[in-house]
């Protein structure tokens, strides 16, 4: 299985960002997929969530109305776009994925699946 995330750079506060999360080696339709994130010094933290058929979708507080996770089952990839970025959006992000998991899962421990991040920066 491999995960494969892309997307990410150096952006000023208040642009946006697309970041994208390509799957193989998984039936990915059957995959719940979510982002993480991980800013230096701190605990990987949740972003977002989608369900394996792309139904459901679940967000944390501080990036709710900003950001915007989606999946193209066809093309094994799992997208999150970031809008209106603020300086505290910076960190490693991470895409992960979990079998058929609830949406309300946004554990780091639930997911048995890991890319290896991209880093998203932003300036003031």
């Known amino acids: 299985v491999q995960l494969q995330a892309s997307g990410g750079g150096l952006v000023q506060a208040g642009d946006s960002l697309r970041l994208s999360c390509a799957a193989s080696?998984?039936?990915?339709?059957?995959?719940?997929m979510a982002w993480f994130r991980q800013a230096p010094g701190k605990e990987r933290d949740f972003v977002a969530v989608?369900?394996?058929?792309?139904?459901?979708?679940s967000y944390a507080d501080s990036v709710k109305g900003r950001f915007t996770i989606s999946r193209d089952n066809a093309k094994n990839t799992v997208y999150l776009q970031m809008n209106s970025l603020k300086p505290e959006d910076t960190a490693v992000y991470y895409c992960a994925a979990g079998t058929r998991l609830s949406t309300a899962r946004v554990g780091v421990q639930d997911y048995h699946f890991w890319g290896q991040g991209t880093l998203v920066t932003v300036s003031s």
């Open positions: 989608i369900s394996w058929s792309g139904g459901g979708t």
């Open positions: 080696g998984l039936a990915f339709g059957v995959y719940t």
